[in-house]
């Protein structure tokens, strides 16, 4: 695990010193944190890398992870689903099955905490039995629940209401609750194997042994296979490029424990691609974190084509790696991505095709953006402005 010291170089002397002093004004606080999954997806990507930190600066931090059944995850994913404004089905029984393995869960933990940050519905029904043992209860939204499903809101804010704070990715997402909502951005670890720099050796041998050849322009999209992330309208994207522009397309994907659809949107996703030889489909274990980097590193141009996205921590690690991104103009993405300077921001598969077409033709200006793109995420996305946000948002909160 990296050093505080070891961030210095990157962000400068006096951001470090800064989250210095922030903790100081936290010492003897014990903070937990609670989410779904201890890999897979933008949440356990982010707590992998800013609980260490924290522990750092001195601040006693844990992170938990709730336990759930298959029935549990196929609810919360309707949850997710809803919530990102999809008709789901939504009984009673689900519900109930929903509070159920949350009052299993608080029997098992046995923490006292100054402060409870709720990563994301999952968990949300916790604070019902445990409200007592901590001061400050925190929920932490990172998807986009903007135009949620009417039923499924009301359930869920049932339980948001009891939280004294809500956390959301953008100003946009924030609802309608009578406690006070904070915007944080997320970001990314530049020492995380995610992130970290691999020599051009490094990036050909996880090609190699993932059976990518480097012979034609790579153009990448990292995802879960999630409906969401539109695996399909970039397989269309690619294929309208591919008519005049010899290039491949991978799709690379991995398993959440707690997104069961993977499996299914995957048999999708092949079932658009049989037959195309131009088409390569990863699916990875959930901690091939050095194998995204460097295939990250290893593209010509990433496409993160999503039609509804929190965050979406991919265009960011693209975009550190000196990449210009084609992104869905949805969610979080609109605030990574600066349209016509770090990337593209589209609407469709035919404009996605556009943009592909018009970077691979323009290496020079693709060179330019890059640069341009990985400056913007040195000033906006990196892991210590995160803990900075954070640590002044506890300050405040506890004050
Ligand atoms: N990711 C990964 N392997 C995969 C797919 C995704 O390591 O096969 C990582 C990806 O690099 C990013 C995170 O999972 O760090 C996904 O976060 P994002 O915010 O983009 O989307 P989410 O999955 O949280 O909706």
Redesign the pocket.
């Known amino acids: 695990m990296s050093e505080l010291s070891d961030y210095i170089p990157i962000v400068g002397q006096q951001v470090i010193d800064q989250l210095r002093r922030l903790a100081d004004r936290l010492q003897n606080s014990r903070f937990v944190h609670v989410n779904s999954t201890r890999s ?6 982010i707590l992998s890398r800013a609980v260490p930190l924290l522990n750092q600066l001195g601040l006693e931090t844990s992170w938990e992870v709730i336990f759930g059944d298959p029935d549990f995850f196929e609810v919360t994913k309707a949850m997710h689903n809803g919530l990102q404004g999809d008709k789901v089905k939504f009984t009673p029984a689900m519900t109930a099955h929903y509070r159920e393995i949350n009052r299993e869960n608080a029997r098992r933990f046995d923490w006292e905490a100054d402060f409870v940050l709720v990563h994301d519905p999952q968990p949300a029904a916790l604070i019902e039995d445990l409200r007592p043992r901590a001061k400050n209860w925190v929920w932490r939204c ?2 986009d629940a903007s135009r949620p499903r009417l039923e499924v809101w009301k359930f869920l804010s049932k339980f948001v209401k009891q939280y004294d704070a809500s956390v959301f990715s953008m100003s946009r997402f924030a609802q309608n609750l009578a406690h006070p909502q904070y915007i944080i951005h ?1 970001s ?1 670890d530049p020492f995380s194997d ?1 992130n970290r720099e691999l020599t051009p050796g490094e990036v050909q041998a996880v090609l190699a042994r993932l059976g990518v050849v480097n012979d034609r322009p790579i153009i990448l999209q ?3 296979f ?1 409906s ?2 539109d695996p399909l309208g970039v397989i269309q994207a690619f294929q309208l490029v591919r008519r005049h522009t010899p290039c491949q397309l991978l799709l ?3 398993e ?1 424990t707690d997104d069961p659809e993977g499996p299914e949107i995957f048999a999708r996703v092949q079932e658009a691609a049989a037959g195309e030889t131009d088409i390569t489909l ?3 274990p ?1 901690d ?2 050095y194998e ?1 980097n460097a295939l990250q590193r290893a593209a010509d141009v990433i496409v ?1 084509k999503s039609i509804r ?7 960011t ?1 693209a975009m550190w790696k000196g990449k210009p991104v084609i992104g869905g103009a949805v969610g979080g993405i609109v605030l990574q991505l600066r349209d016509y300077h770090t990337g593209f921001l589209v609407h469709s598969p035919e404009g996605c095709a556009f943009r592909i077409r018009y970077l691979l033709h323009r290496p020079e200006m693709s060179r330019r953006m890059g640069r341009l793109a990985k400056e913007f995420v040195r000033n906006h996305f990196l892991i210590t402005r995160h803990i900075r946000d954070f640590l002044s948002l506890m300050i405040f909160i506890n004050n």
């Open positions: 897979g997806g933008g949440v356990a990507e990172h998807i997320p990314i995610k990292v995802s879960r999630d969401f992330k690379v994907g991995g959440a990863l699916m990875l959930p091939s974190h995204v993160q996205e929190g965050f979406g921590l991919t265009v690690e």
